[in-house]
């Protein structure tokens, strides 16, 4: 087992985990618990194996994951309250999962024979981002890679690097690279607290003016 599957096996934890424990927050049975963790940790690659045309998604085909994604979940049910406190190291392992998944699809890409930059670089962040999306979309929340996080651009440079990288390196060097630099801008992001802008609304623009008057008053008046 090389370094990037071990890598992988650690993600899939994380996926499930956090899949677990949103669904416990929106108080699912222990049926939607066990769902929302699958299609957490596997949806991304499931996805990618449907788009890619392959007789039977790999996550089927090798149930190994699926069966960790289980054993996950029913840790997270037993150990709830102890799990539900290791937030920050669930977050790391989840940019590993994140790291290690963009490499797997950026290499799925290339073997099935499509070279194309615009393909691997969006089947690298379907497999990084995409079970995180259905886990969001499945209890009606907008999904955490559209909400300001330094994620799925984490995965986008990492698949530009593995580009980059594989015109020089081999595929395995290749996929070390995309894993070292998604991981480093994904922990990174975390340590700084980055995020992406948004767009001020006329409503939040009249909101800031409010808050700014309001200090204005509270000045004058300490004077």
């Given at each position: ?46 996805v ?44 790391i ?7 290690a ?28 981002t ?94």
């Amino acid at each position: 087992m090389n370094f990037i599957s071990v890598m992988e096996i650690i993600g899939t934890v994380a996926f499930a985990v956090s899949g677990a424990l949103v669904a416990i927050d929106k108080k699912l049975d222990y049926y939607g618990i066990l769902f929302l963790a699958i299609i957490t940790a596997v949806g991304g690659g499931i996805v990618r194996d449907v788009i890619i045309s392959l007789p039977l998604p790999l996550a089927l085909e090798n149930p190994l994951y699926v069966i960790i994604s289980i054993v996950s979940a029913i840790c997270v049910i037993l150990f709830y309250k102890w799990v539900n406190k290791l937030q920050s190291l669930i977050n790391i392992f989840d940019a590993v999962g994140l790291a290690a998944f963009t490499a797997i699809g950026a290499r799925a890409a290339l073997n099935n024979d499509m070279y194309t930059p615009f393909v691997v670089i969006t089947l690298a962040l379907l497999t990084g981002t995409g079970g995180g999306i259905l886990r969001d979309v499945f209890v009606k929340e907008i999904p955490f890679v559209f909400r300001k996080e330094v994620y799925a651009v984490a995965s986008i440079a990492g698949s530009a690097a593995f580009l980059a990288a594989h015109l020089y390196c081999g595929l395995e060097a290749t996929m070390y690279i995309c894993f070292g630099v998604t991981l480093a801008i994904r922990l990174v992001s975390i340590k700084f607290n980055w995020h992406l802008d948004t767009v001020n609304t006329a409503a939040e623009a009249g909101s800031e003016k409010a808050m700014e008057g309001k200090e204005n008053v509270r000045e004058k008046n300490e004077e």
